[in-house]
């Protein structure tokens, strides 16, 4: 007697390989960017929510600007764990910055502001707080490996980028932003670690050295997520007084366009790999 199960029956694909899987993260990801915000004062949502939100990002983080040195030499040290011991470098990256996206979430959300009295950046904070949990999942899942020996050259050109953002040359002279170069800020500037904008970009440079040794999920969903914040600060292009902001965000949008291009154009190597690293599992007979 044969059985009934064929050895080259078809094998359903995963959730995350269907079309519409990705599309449909993407709306609830725009979905979460565009909750209300929550003022204690009345808003108009159609006029002044770009103005809210600059009132909130100017102050929010003003009362830790002291601990900005803090971000810095924990960056350069998990890098730095990540050469030395590649083995278990990428499960320190990826709990790292999953807990940083939770301080950002608590500190960077949130402000009284002068207008609109005690408001809270709601879609961020919401995204923030998820892209935590979801790498420090991934730190846990082991599903991060950076080797610095494997990656291709022309992702070193992105190098700038990153470093630009961790160096956060940028200071506020009310609501003018203008270009500080004190070297010092390499290691105390006070928006790296402490705004999404400026930590997002130097943690996807890594992500994109690792690909595709990494979830693709999680560096999808924080790539597309920095896109949606990459295009909301275009708007800083149309203001003279916050041009400076304007370049201070390009990281965001280069990396963020890179690395969704990697994961879209090169899922196939993503999941070869995954096959490649995956138990094998024993065949069954097709015979009785």
């Known amino acids: 007697m044969k059985c009934a199960m064929h050895a080259n029956a078809r094998v359903p694909l995963p959730l995350s390989q269907r079309k519409w899987f990705y599309p449909l993260i993407y709306v609830a990801l725009v979905f979460i960017a565009f909750l ?7 808003y108009n949502p159609q006029q002044d929510t770009p103005a809210v939100i600059f009132e909130i990002l100017s102050r929010a983080t003003a009362p ?8 810095h030499v924990l960056t350069l040290a998990v890098i730095g764990v990540a050469v030395w011991k590649p083995a278990v470098g990428g499960r320190v990256i990826a709990a790292y910055f999953g807990l940083n996206y939770l301080v950002v979430a608590a500190t960077q959300s949130s402000a009284d502001t002068p ?23 991934v730190a846990w899942r082991g599903g991060l490996r950076l080797s610095l020996a ?5 992702r070193w050109l992105l190098l700038p980028f990153a470093l630009l953002v961790f ?26 670690g402490l705004a999404y904008c400026y930590l997002t970009p130097v943690f996807l440079f890594l ?27 275009l708007n800083h292009w149309a203001v003279p ?9 390009l990281p965001l949008l280069v990396l963020s366009l890179v690395a969704l291009g990697l994961a879209h154009f090169s899922a ?10 995956a138990p094998s599992t024993p065949k069954m007979s097709a015979g009785a």
């Open 207 to 233: 992500l994109i050295l690792a690909w595709p040794n990494v979830s693709r999920f999680a560096f999808q969903v924080t790539a597309f997520n920095a896109l949606i914040y990459a295009l909301f600060n």
């Open 36 to 42: 209300p915000l929550i003022t204690e004062r009345p």
């Open 167 to 192: 160096w956060s040359p940028v200071r506020m002279e009310g609501t003018r932003a203008v270009p500080d170069f004190n070297p010092m800020l390499l290691l105390t500037s006070p928006d790296y």
């Open 64 to 71: 830790y600007a002291a601990w900005g040195w803090v971000f």
């Open 115 to 137: 207008s609109y009295g005690y408001a809270v950046h709601t879609g961020a904070l919401v995204a923030e707080v998820l892209l935590g949990a979801l790498w420090l999942g």
């Open 241 to 249: 007084e916050r041009l400076w902001l304007g370049v201070m965000h």
């Open 150 to 154: 494997e990656v291709p050259r022309w």
């Open 268 to 277: 196939g190597r993503h999941i070869e790999r995954q096959k490649s690293t």
